[in-house]
């Protein structure tokens, strides 16, 4: 995979990065106070964020997380919920892929919440 980012073309068919420039050196002449800003690529803005970032990211992600006071009664009330939901979707909804997909997401949404409270909640 790239590290490259597309950043795609304007209406006009410039590159937004040209564009971007482009501006930049007409509000310059416009406002000389602007003439000492860089333009830069969103590859060199994002490159040093991500990177810094990367390392800690993985480390929440693929770490265990013990439960903090009251996190795990959260966790059971979203399942409860969840659970509710599921079973009405199981009586309302003709046995199909749709319904298979709606049951599929709402497992994934409890996931999702849950790996939210357990890698950054409080």
Request: aromatic share 10%; proline share 4%.
């Amino acid at each position: 995979m790239s590290d490259d980012i597309n950043i795609g073309y304007g209406y006009d068919g410039t590159n937004f990065e040209q564009a971007i420039n482009n501006y930049m050196e007409e509000t310059a002449e416009d406002n000389p106070d602007l003439s000492e800003y860089k333009v830069i690529t969103i590859q060199e803005a994002l490159g040093n964020w991500r990177s810094s970032l990367e390392a800690d990211d993985i480390e929440t992600r693929f770490s265990y997380h013990t439960p903090k006071p009251g996190q795990p009664e959260i966790y059971q009330k979203l399942r409860d919920k969840a659970k509710e939901l599921a079973y009405m979707i199981a009586d309302s909804c003709p046995a199909c892929y749709e319904k298979d997909t709606a049951m599929s997401r709402l497992d994934e949404v409890i996931m999702w919440a849950n790996a939210s409270i357990a890698r950054r909640g409080e």
